[in-house]
């Protein structure tokens, strides 16, 4: 039978668009990467710390004396979240190199563009899938372990004034998840290759901690973090968690700004390559 | 077609549109009536981007563009939600099988989940890709490329469909199955449509109307029948000897020449016949070796029309 005597029949119901329009971007997105058993395997290794610092937690609810060593007040939590952080940077660079820069090589920003979406919408999408996995291997463990220091050691933890790690865990988590999304969906939309992208994204944070450290062995300064976006959010970790002498680190407003500043410049470059139209000068 | 059928779905006057100091379109006027419209021109002439202005992706430098009474740069989700885009480009996601894809596009459209899977098999069993519907759109072939973007670009059931070169990369078999299913959407169902192509023979087999874009201008517009008809003699002509005196005779005349393959193809003046070929060769001392009659084709149309553009 020819093609064209096949059915087709007109589809009349066209109800109102959903509010949430970018949920099937992250949906589709989410669905294809956690496909992958490798990086399952990596999702299941970045929970790793966790395991370890429940461990320390329970070591140290059975043998006190090692609380000398350990620390179980809020830097538990910040250099918890500190090894977290690295673990999103290889989340982001497994899930997040291709997110963009796989639609521009294959075409495919034009089937979503050409949608009821704006680029706002897609931009939205894609970020949020980066913002859910980074957000489940720093929040959401984050989060169990506060709530399993209180059950397992109360006598630490169960008092007023540790109550703001739990506010603290989430700004941080937050934080550390948003600012290395939206770094990589930048760097992403700047090239068709997820390789490239990825190897950009590592290339960069790391190159750029690495100038951080050898300036800082140089002049010792804690201005030294605002060269490095990595340096900035540890710099927001010391002072949520007080995680070391403050006078030695960047101050948390100057990370802010960093932080704001990259993010902004993070979100132009996603303005100027998320189009339908590739303008070539 | 009665009034109310007439009623452009798509109208622009004087549009113009550039990518930076390059005018792609340059103050272009017409409109799209309901039913299949072609959309000719030759490479650069501006028909992608008046179809992505259509689509809101670029705004326009002045004039004004109208999509089913919607302006596409203020409301650009109610035009695209009523409007089906076959890109010329390849478009696919990496991974998906064609049923999920087809699926998500339907889904990105606005049909709720169940209902756009639903459709994105009968959409695929209609493009004649039912039975590879599960795999994943990398391992298809240009053909098969072809036909799923045919699918997504249907799935939601637009008012108006956008093709932009459809049959690009296909082989002769593969393009008349897609123009006879191109056809057999706006003829069947009753679906307008705008086919975007530089090839003509693609157009003059699905179009009633078409609108000839020629350097960001509107070179020609008009029903098919209407431009071409009443179409004029045309004679494939070879002659021995020196042709020039023969060729500025004919023109003289009020007929029209190109070169063809092996040859000339001459097309005649309002009410002429080969005999004035034969009278104007013997004048001019040449043998008339081969004399063929032909139909003026659309590209003859195409081409007179680029030539007067030119001309004017």
């Given amino acids: 039978m020819p093609i064209y005597e096949q059915t087709y029949r007109r589809h009349e119901a066209r109800g109102p668009l959903r509010r949430v329009r970018f949920w099937p971007i992250t949906r589709e997105a989410l669905r294809l990467i956690l496909a992958r058993r490798a990086f399952l395997i990596l999702l299941m290794f970045s929970w790793l710390p966790f395991v370890i610092r429940v461990i320390q937690i329970y070591v140290i609810t059975r043998f006190p004396e090692v ?4 620390p179980v007040d809020g830097r538990l939590f910040g250099d918890f979240l500190g090894w977290q952080a690295l673990f999103a940077m290889f989340i982001t660079i497994f899930a997040g190199a291709g997110l963009v820069a796989g639609d521009l090589r294959t075409g495919a920003i034009l089937v979503y563009l050409s949608r009821p979406l704006t680029r706002r919408d897609y ?15 720093t929040l959401v463990p984050g989060l169990v372990l506060y709530l399993l220091a209180l059950g397992l050691a109360p006598d630490q933890f169960w008092k007023w004034s540790l109550a703001w790690i739990g506010p603290a865990v989430v700004v941080d988590s937050l934080v550390i998840s948003a600012v290395i999304s939206v770094i990589a969906l930048a760097i992403s939309s700047l090239s068709r290759s997820a390789r490239v992208a990825g190897i950009g994204f590592f290339g960069l944070l790391m190159g750029l901690e690495i100038t951080r450290k050898t300036l800082y062995a140089i002049y010792g300064r804690p201005e030294t973090a605002l060269v490095s976006p990595l ?18 680190t960047l101050p948390w407003l100057y990370a802010a700004a960093v932080i704001a500043l990259l993010s ?3 979100l132009l470059i996603l303005r100027s390559r998320v189009r339908a139209v590739e303008i070539v000068q | 077609m009665d009034g109310m059928a007439e009623t452009p779905l798509v109208e622009f006057r004087d549009l113009a549109v550039s990518y930076g100091p390059i005018e792609a379109l340059a103050g272009v006027s017409g409109a799209f009536l309901p039913g299949p419209t072609g959309l000719l021109g030759p490479n650069g002439a501006g028909k992608t981007t008046l179809l992505k202005t259509l689509l809101g992706f670029l705004d326009p430098d002045r004039g004004m563009i109208n999509a089913f009474g919607l302006d596409p740069t203020k409301e650009p989700l109610g035009v695209r939600r009523r409007i089906g885009y076959m890109p010329e480009v390849d478009c696919h996601l990496p991974g998906m099988t064609a049923a999920a894809f087809v699926a998500f596009a339907g889904e990105l459209s606005g049909m709720p989940r169940d209902e756009a899977i639903s459709r994105a098999h009968e959409v695929l069993y209609y493009v004649g890709l039912g039975e590879a519907r599960y795999r994943t759109v990398d391992t298809y072939s240009t053909g098969m490329k072809q036909r799923v973007k045919l699918a997504q670009a249907l799935v939601h059931d ?10 690009n990369g296909l082989d002769p078999a593969g393009r008349d199955e897609m123009l006879a299913l191109i056809r057999d959407v706006s003829e069947r169902r009753q679906m307008s449509l705008i086919l975007c192509s530089h ?7 699905v179009c009633e109307n078409v609108i000839v874009f020629n350097q960001g201008r509107v070179a020609a517009s008009g029903r098919i029948a209407d ?5 004029r003699a045309v004679y494939d ?15 003289d005349h009020g007929c029209e020449w190109r070169e063809g393959e092996d040859g000339y193809r001459v097309t005649m003046s309002d009410g002429a016949g080969p005999e004035l070929i034969f009278r104007t060769a013997r004048e001019a001392g040449v043998q008339v070796r081969f004399l063929r009659p032909g139909a003026e084709t659309l590209e003859d149309v195409f081409l007179r029309a680029l030539g007067h553009e030119a001309e004017s």
């Fill in chain 1, 67 to 70: 609380s000398r060593i350990l």
């Fill in chain 1, 123 to 137: 931009v939205l999408g894609k970020l949020a899938v980066l913002l859910l996995l980074n957000l489940f291997i």
């Fill in chain 1, 231 to 248: 340096g900035a959010l540890y710099s927001v970790g010391v002072a949520l968690f007080d995680l070391a002498d403050r006078a030695l």
């Fill in chain 1, 264 to 266: 902004a410049a993070c």
């Fill in chain 2, 158 to 167: 637009p008012d108006l469909l956008l093709l932009d070169e459809p049959t």
């Fill in chain 2, 199 to 205: 090839l003509l023979r693609d157009v003059e087999q």
């Fill in chain 2, 227 to 231: 431009l071409t008809g009443p179409r």
């Fill in chain 2, 237 to 251: 002509v070879r002659v021995k000897g020196d042709a020039t005196a023969f060729l500025t005779d004919l023109k």
